[in-house]
């Protein structure tokens, strides 16, 4: 996968995020009756994270960056279908965990892309650039997003999101066929 298809699945990935975030966090209040579950329900979510962060890291080296970033677009693209029917607190929990799995599957992958592409070569200027573009389109998706939530409902931004982590999935599976195709094509170097 090269850079510019690599920065465009990561801002998909963010406009999606970005869009559901600040509901999903009314979400998650208003499944618990107290403070305390959404506190417990935020911190399984940051401490499950932080615990497969070495794990997702080893098994980012053995199978490869693509396997990783594939498995948190379809993942997310799946959770974002389930978060909208959540009616127990220990379903939101069971999501939380899954969820800061696949969140420090993404994080550890797009650092490790990230360090593989620039090669120290203009390091600092591609991570600058990756951050621009996934930032801006982060923002964007929070300013529309207050805009269509007066318009829509609260899941059906939830199934919008699912549907852009299906499309970034789709472009990474089409930068996976293209980048074999082009291998394929070349002549073995001796």
Known sequence: MNY???VTIQSLLMTASSMVFPFYLLLIRNI??????FGLAY???ALTGALVHPIIGRLSDQFGDRTFILL????????MLIVPIIETVTALYLVQIVMGILG???KTSEKTVLARQSEG????????????????????AVML????????TIGSLF???SFLYMIAGGLLLKSVTTTSEIQEKKPVQL
Not at 145 to 152: E, S
Request: net charge neutral.
């Open 4 to 6: 510019r298809t690599f």
């Open 32 to 37: 618990g009756d107290s403070y305390s579950q």
């Open 43 to 45: 911190g399984l979510f």
């Open 72 to 79: 948190h677009t379809w993942g997310m693209a799946g959770m």
């Open 104 to 106: 420090a599957v993404q």
């Open 121 to 140: 070569v203009q390091t600092g200027t591609k991570i600058g650039s990756y951050h621009l573009w996934t930032s801006v389109w982060g923002a964007i």
């Open 145 to 152: 997003t207050g805009y269509l939530i007066d318009f829509l």
């Open 159 to 161: 199934y919008i999101a």
